[in-house]
């Protein structure tokens, strides 16, 4: 069983607040991810990191920044939710030495913004 | 055009079927193709890879790869209620993965 927590695991706010959303992991991965999920459709990349102080964005556009200041805390803060933030964000990890790139996932964060 | 197509389903089949989940991919270079099961509510696990091309089982499940059409499968014979979920195909290796959209799989008593 993958060591990779997410909270809150589900929560609804108002158009305007601050929110983060916490990850961490007990593996001592170097990298990790943050995927948004709706449904049907992919995953999408919207921030990564390969380690403390690095941190790059994914893909798909995003509003939301992302903070590594510890190898095992990748926290994603949106500083204004709106609607359109209503997702699921997924959280993973992965070894830098696996050659198959394999990721874990923690259970997901499901944000509905009122 | 995206890295890896895949149709979302839902595909529904009665306990004991033989299932066929496809994918294709446009990056030549991936060399490594991963599939993920993700159970309502939960993120996604790691089911099986495959690296290149050919075959590789592991029980009830087959994953398959064709580099030449660009195609990716996973087979799972004796269908179970309990393998349904979505499952989504991945490339792997050295570079950022890339999802499909998932098939979500229901398996009916």
């Known amino acids: 069983e993958a060591d990779i927590y997410q909270t809150p695991r589900y929560l609804v706010i108002g158009t305007g607040k601050k929110i983060t959303l916490e990850c961490s992991q007990t593996m001592g991965h170097d990298k990790m991810y943050w995927y948004q999920q709706d449904p049907g459709m992919e995953l999408h990349l919207i921030h990564y990191?390969?380690?403390?102080?690095?941190?790059e964005k994914g893909d798909l556009s995003s509003e939301s920044t992302v903070s590594r200041i510890r190898t095992e805390h990748f926290p994603l803060t949106l500083e204004s939710a709106r609607p359109s933030h209503t997702s699921q964000y997924l959280c993973?990890?992965?070894?830098?030495?696996?050659?198959?790139?394999?990721?874990?996932f923690g259970e997901g964060s499901r944000l509905t913004v009122l | 055009q995206k890295e890896v197509e895949q149709d979302p389903g839902p595909l529904s089949v009665p306990e004991g079927a033989i299932v066929s989940l496809n994918c294709t991919y446009s990056?030549?270079?991936?060399?490594?193709f991963m599939w993920y099961r993700q159970y309502s509510r939960k993120g996604p696990e790691l089911l099986m890879y495959?690296?290149?091309?050919g075959n590789k089982e592991d029980g009830r499940f087959t994953a398959q790869v064709d580099k030449s059409s660009k195609y990716i499968s996973l087979f799972i014979r004796d269908s179970q209620p309990s393998d349904s979920a979505t499952y989504l195909c991945a490339s792997g290796g050295s570079y950022i993965p890339t999802f499909g959209r998932g098939t979500s799989l229901i398996v009916h008593p």
């Open positions: 993973a990890s992965s070894h830098p030495d696996s050659p198959t790139g394999e990721l874990f």
């Open positions: 990191s390969y380690g403390v102080n690095s941190t």
């Open positions: 495959t690296y290149s091309s």
């Open positions: 990056n030549s270079a991936f060399q490594y």
